[in-house]
């Protein structure tokens, strides 16, 4: 069982920059890949950015490509978000996922457990 519990988001303008932490409890979060997912209003959750268990391999979603880096702390149990360039089409509901696998994979289906999620809104 994993529980994570993400912090970091809220209000910034557009061109600017936020950090979203994902904690973990629990001693096999070394074991799982990590992923974020986002959900505006009116619109199904989609992927943002994945990071393998190491975090040597990493996958991203083609609008965040360039902006966000996606990094994890096996030590402190978190992985991050570092959100750049903000755009007001990120503005969303982001989540923090994991997922038992051997490599990031980008469809939510595949992740066990979630977070309750952190908002981003970004002013234009």
């Known amino acids: 069982q994993v529980q994570l519990v993400e912090s970091g988001g809220g209000l910034v303008q557009a061109g600017g920059s936020l950090r979203l932490s994902c904690a973990a409890s629990?001693?096999?979060?070394?074991?799982?890949?990590m992923g974020w997912f986002r959900q505006a209003p009116g619109k199904e959750r989609e992927f943002v950015a994945a990071?393998?268990?190491?975090?040597?391999?990493?996958e991203y979603a083609d609008s965040v490509l360039g902006r966000f880096t996606i990094s994890r702390d096996n030590d402190k149990r978190t992985v991050y978000l570092q959100m750049n360039s903000l755009k007001s089409d990120d503005t969303a509901l982001y989540y923090c996922?994991?997922?038992?696998?051997?490599?990031?994979?980008?469809?939510?289906?595949?992740?066990?457990?979630w977070g309750q999620g952190t908002q981003v809104t970004v002013s234009s």
């Open positions: 996922a994991a997922d038992r696998a051997l490599v990031p994979r980008k469809s939510r289906g595949t992740y066990d457990y």
């Open positions: 990071i393998g268990w190491s975090g040597d391999k990493t």
């Open positions: 629990g001693r096999t979060f070394s074991s799982y890949v």
